[in-house]
């Protein structure tokens, strides 16, 4: 027990200090690439580890919302999938970007939205259920939406295969979600104690696949870097305003505001960087690997700018009573 209290709290610390940690061992690979470019023969299996711990988490409780309020879910899936590839192509065209960069950027747009996104919307004040759902349900959406969002967008620089990224992702993405599941269900006691120390796992994957691009894409960074940054900057600045606009579009309360541009603006780049691996090019995994050091830092500033908000008496309540459902 007293082992796991204490990897419990390291846990909980190296979740809160994740941005430093990425950002850390991101900057290490870059100038000591030779002793990590091992790690990139492992990014598929990796993000299959954080999948799988996705899935321990999971509940019933996370799709409630969609029968709900099921607009709200909606606007929160078509936002994450219109406006973010929506960016990416236009940043690619406009910045007439390499075709390797270009595919990066675009894959980056086209993933479903990453679970650190709920951790920020909590800090935000903003609506956790509503971004937990909207989280889940693009997940599981991925296999289908993802492939043809990166086949629709990229084919006029690199040929894509569909078919070979729908069964890449359910390979990834799906199948360990759905054995975390089975073993929440099976060994719930267990899996409850495990998910203590899943920021911990969590982190070391995610830091491992950036480590891993980065090192592998050394040279091409060196002289793409500022392009590469400035692209991925702008994508997810970009994200952040226009998915706290598209909401306000539809009239939603700024609770719900604050979930949908963290939501929009917050992919998961562990996935994209997996694409990049197995279908495309190193250098496509490099807007994955920066957009996972430069999300946890905006990620937060964004998460204290809206803090400070604030929201009304009655969405503050519905926060609470929510945020309960979703723990339940």
């Known amino acids: 027990m007293i082992k796991l209290n204490t ?25 000591f690439p030779s002793s990590f470019v091992w790690l990139g023969k492992y990014i598929v299996p990796l993000l299959g580890i954080i999948m799988f711990g996705m899935g321990l988490t999971l509940s019933a409780a996370d799709f409630k919302e969609v029968f709900r309020r099921p607009k709200d879910v909606v606007i929160g899936v078509l936002g994450q999938f219109l406006i973010m590839p929506a960016i990416a192509f236009g940043l690619a065209k406009g910045l007439a970007l390499p075709p390797e960069v270009a595919v990066g950027v675009i894959l980056v747009g086209s993933a479903p939205g990453g679970t650190a996104s709920n951790v920020m919307t909590f800090l935000a004040k903003g609506d956790l259920a509503l971004s937990v759902a909207i989280t889940s349900v693009t997940t599981l959406l991925a296999p289908i939406v993802t492939p043809f969002l990166i086949y629709i967008l990229a084919s006029q620089w690199v040929p894509v295969n569909g078919g070979a990224l729908f069964w890449s992702i359910v390979k990834i993405v799906i199948i360990p979600i759905v054995l975390g599941l089975i073993i929440k269900t099976v060994f719930k006691k267990q899996a409850e104690a495990g998910t203590q ?77 997996a694409l990049a691996a197995a279908h495309f090019s190193p250098l496509s995994a490099v807007p ?38 979703v723990k339940a």
Do not use: C
């Open 197 to 273: 120390v899943l920021p911990l796992i969590s982190v070391i994957a995610i830091v491992a696949i950036v480590m891993g691009v980065v090192a592998g894409s050394q040279q091409k960074i060196a002289e793409t870097g500022f392009l590469l940054f400035t692209v991925v900057i702008l994508h997810n600045i970009l994200g952040l305003l226009l998915g706290y606009l598209f909401a306000k579009l539809f009239k939603l309360d700024l609770a719900k505001r604050k979930a949908l541009s963290i939501e929009v603006g917050m992919q998961n780049s562990g996935l994209s960087a």
């Open 7 to 31: 990897l419990a709290k390291l846990s909980s610390f190296v979740g809160r200090t994740f941005a430093v940690w990425v950002l850390f061992f991101a900057v290490l690979a870059y100038f």
């Open 288 to 325: 994955s690997a920066i957009f996972s050091v430069w999300h946890n830092i905006s990620g937060p500033i964004a998460a204290t700018i809206f803090r400070r908000m604030g929201n009304s008496n009655s969405e503050e309540y519905d926060i609470k009573v929510n945020d309960k459902n």
